[in-house]
């Protein structure tokens, strides 16, 4: 060291050529002169680091070789100019090394935040070691460390993106790298051996042996076989186990953990050629996605070729893992979040064909759920907008926010299941024919067929269980044919039932071209191409529509064998319907085609064009002669004679007319719709689906105890609701609004009265203030004061609704309030002397009240209903929130208890059906659908609403057709515009909204009187069917019969269960009723005295309903004259023979009104007694007018 250098300067300089020699991998020349001959040899360790060149030979030497001999010198010259030489040489080395840097050395230093910093790092500390080969010829080992760096590296190629996978590079490459360099200094101590034991206890290992050693340690196995002999590696080990230990037990689990889980369910969905795919989010648990699955994969479904994948962000517990291997050839499971686009594309959402998402029905915040689903399908439809979602809904009113996306369509296939408005329009139908709720949910829910031998009520309810919706396109051999004859024919011949057809308007410039139609009458004709809907027990029997061809399967009896025919269509069928119409009609007048008198002359001119471009339309059908009516006279042919001599002729609907379209009301002579066209008054919302009346405010409708103890309420309903301020809402608009149809007249109308919390009640009325007949009164449904004075026993239907289900965290809990207030109900004691205070068929008038100005009543515009109560039968609807337990009071009660009273419970929790009914022997691990509560319309669980899910993807329009029946005519448009106002909006009467009241509705049609009484005792349905189809265009479509009906015991149970559509040779009691689709009638609104509401008079302890319909008895219309002036005579022989009448009755033309005899036979003397005491007057359906003869 020269005398001018400080010690700092030398290490520098040492340090400099350290790394220049380790970048240009050659020997320094004071390593040379280090280890010069006189100072010892080099080991060889530094032999095999560095080779030696010749110049550094030069160096170290001090001198050069000439000749290959050795000049002499002296030792001291030899000495100094060794010394200067290695000086020199250092210099001039480390001028090199700042010169010439390597470039990972020089991009290190410069990057460094802290310069000073940066030379205690673990880079530059590996470097000290590393490089100077004087001082770590051994240490290479050290180089390990800096594996610690390969997960930043992977950053920054933008290899590693995901938090899990960052993360496991970094738990690997700490735990590899603090492993191999423990192994390298176990290596280096164990083989050089102690210094103060003159390296003399060293032992031979490879490195490799070494870094079994630490592994077996680090896991405190230690098998002995390796170990460490020198006091430094034992020394070492120590330290290290303390430090390796812990690592070992904290990094490996977590490792382990890691990749376990990215292997099961963070890959990607592989689409296979040929097979659709189902993406399922939201609400994924076991209850859910079992419901889902049972339905989705239900045998009775065609081939189902679609593989469903489910995504959730949280990985799926034991149970719900074990189930989807259970169909792992169908179901597969990955772990993601539909917000993220990665996972969407993970789960090749573009390539799918519907993405479906299910919602917490049990949810404590509904308003929260829906919000999170609607930013499902916001994500959704952001990654790829032409997707199909059909999501489920828990609130009404979030629907609209649907409406607020731009890719949201709804004609596309989009659909937005809402529970509440559908659970409340069931519970709504219920009022108006109790049982339909479960007859509904059984036909969009697939069952499997369950025989029993036994004659029991079961036998007959399963069988009718086992149907369900399906649809399928006509044969066109129906084309041209009316609903009615279409209808009669599948029944009889085909073994199908068909409800409604998908009708497509002709007007291109309708919003909707596409409507469906229920039961539209015999005045719409089947067109080419005419999708209907059918209920049957198996997809397969719905192709026998399809297949259907007249010239081959005229003759066939056995249903099952019409199948594909092989033959090619006649030529007739595949006329065009315009070219039969005039090959008819010019067949019939002798005249061509464009001569032809019998068509009008706007048809006849227009009939290139009407061929081309529109279908048939119910004018150009009407104009024909009655060559082309010949022609579907045709089709009863298949019926036997017997079946149509006593099925007799088939009549048009009451609104029809040979020279007037149906769908035009205003052109019905004496209909009351045209009082109805005021430019002042508004009694309909715009759309004319619904009752209307102006906004009022809420304290008009509030009743106290005592002004509705005045009152003598009758045939109401009465609603009543658990809430606070704090409840959740239900939507009572959707149980109001079904009641509020305009297919009803205002007369019909059941008044509403709701029973619960005024502050819970304020919140919803802003919702309800728009519909007519609503009344409040503030209380408890427990209390027994309150349901006293809104006269309980005289209602119609009790409905019971709950909005504090789901804040209880006890399942079992949910539905205690509805079960008390049930309960409570039941047990209550009525007076049977309400005839002291002389009732009318109005209801008890107190003093001092004008019953002609609702405004003097303290009901505000209450109008009774005329209906037949008892105080032994009041139909009671109870909202619950879970679904499975039953009987606690005795059926052996006196009947003027609350014992039989009719119930349909909501359920959320389907075990509680077990405490609704005592009698009930049910076990309480059987489904819901096999329960007698469910089977008897007395209880309904919100999750059979599931099965829409499945149902709506195999076919949209099922969801559309239970809509329709439910809500009374809910449509998009009228969504579009509640979400616009939060409200109905009162519309003017015009002729397009009129005719939208001309919509049928579901009814209950009594046996036990009227035209239909001889087929009650032992009559078959099938002719019931046809009889009813044919004279009154009323689809029969089920039986609501007596529990014990085909038991001989004198005292039955009033209880009744559902059977839908039985077959034609099933046999009829009188006490049965039957689930109908009756037609408008228009004539009902001229006079309130020529129409009344009949009890059930099927039975003298079940409740007498308004909804139950009571048809007089007609003439036999086997022969009937078919010429006005016949038919003038029959009628005016008919009154002289009548007499005095009681009732007005409107015959075929509505300015010629001939009084009918009209005769109430009642079951029992008590019955008689009510009927005398209450005067009441029953609905009455006119018959169908005839069709006219003439063009």
Known sequence: MNGDQSPLDWVLSLTVSSLLCASTRTQPPWAAALFSPERGAVPAASEGCFGQSEEAQKINNGSSQADGTLKPVDEKEEAVAAEVGWMTSVKDWAGVMISAQTLTGRVLFIAANDKLWFWLEVNSVVDFFTVPPCLCLCLRFLRALRLIQFSEILQFLNILKTSNSIKLVNLLSIFISTWLTAAGFIHLVENSGDPWENFQNNQALTYWECVYLLMVTMSTVGYGDVYAKTTLGRLFMVFFILGGLAMFASYVPEIIELIGNRKKYGGSY??????????????????????????????????????????????????????????????????GSVLNPHDLARVKIESADACLILANKYCADPDAEDASNIMRVISIKNYHPKIRIITQMLQYHNKAHLLNIPSWNWKEGDDAICLAELKLGFIAQSCLAQGLSTMLANLFSMRSFIKIEEDTWQKYYLEGVSNEMYTEYLSSAFVGLSFPTVCELCFVKLKLLMIAIEYKSANRESRSRKRILINPGNHLKIQEGTLGFFIASDAKEVKRAFFYCKACHDDITDPKRIKKCGCKRLIY????????????????????????????????ANMDTLERTFPLSSVSVNDCSTSFRAFEDEQPSTLSPKKKQRNGGMRNSPSSSPKLMRHDPLLIPGNDQIDNMDSNVKKYDSTGMFHWCAPKEIEKVILTRSEAAMTVLSGHVVVCIFGDVSSALIGLRNLVMPLRASNFHYHELKHIVFVGSIEYLKREWETLHNFPKVSILPGTPLSRADLRAVNINLCDMCVILSANQNNIDDTSLQDKECILASLNIKSMQFDDSIGVLQANSQGFTPPGMDRSSPDNSPVHGMLRQPSITTGVNIPIITELAKPGKLPLVSVNQEKNSGTHILMITELVNDTNVQFLDQDDDDDPDTELYLTQPFACGTAF?????????????????????????????????????????????????????????????????????????????????????????????MLCFGIYRLRDAHLSTPSQCTKRYVITNPPYEF???????????????????????????????????SKKSSSVHSIPSTANRQNRPKSRESRDKQNATRMNRMGQAEKKWFTDEPDNAYPRNIQIKPMSTHMANQINQYKSTSSLIPPIREVEDEC
């Open 270 to 335: 592989s689409a296979v050629s040929g097979r659709k795919h189902i993406v399922v989010c939201g609400h994924i648990t076991l209850e859910s996605v079992s419901n889902f699955l049972k339905d989705f994969l239900h045998k009775d479904r065609d081939d189902v070729n679609v593989e469903i994948v489910f995504l959730h962000n949280i990985s799926p517990n034991l149970e719900l893992e074990a189930l989807f291997k259970r169909h792992f050839t169908q179901v597969e499971f990955y772990q």
């Open 1067 to 1101: 046999e009829l009691v009188p006490t049965d009723l039957i689930f109908c689709l009756m037609q408008f009638d228009h004539n009902a609104g001229q006079s309130r005295a020529s129409l009344s509401h009949s009890s059930h008079s099927s039975q003298s302890s």
């Open 573 to 604: 069928s595949k006329m065009s319907i315009y070219k039969r119409m005039r090959r008819a009609c010019c067949f019939d007048c002798g005249r061509s085609e464009r001569d032809c008198s019998c068509m009008s002359g706007r048809v006849r």
């Open 941 to 1033: 669980a919100v999750s059979v609403l599931d099965s829409l899910m499945s149902a709506t993807y195999f076919n949209d329009n099922i969801l559309t057709l239970i809509r329709t029946l439910v809500t009374g005519g809910a449509t998009p448009e009228l969504e579009a515009l509640i979400a616009e106002e939060n409200a109905l909006r009162g519309g003017y009467s015009t002729p397009q909204t009129l005719a939208n009241r001309d919509r049928c509705r579901v009814a209950q049609l009594a046996l036990l009187d009227g035209p239909f009484a001889d087929l009650g005792d032992g009559g078959c349905y099938g002719d019931l069917f046809c009889k009813a189809l044919k004279t009154y265009n």
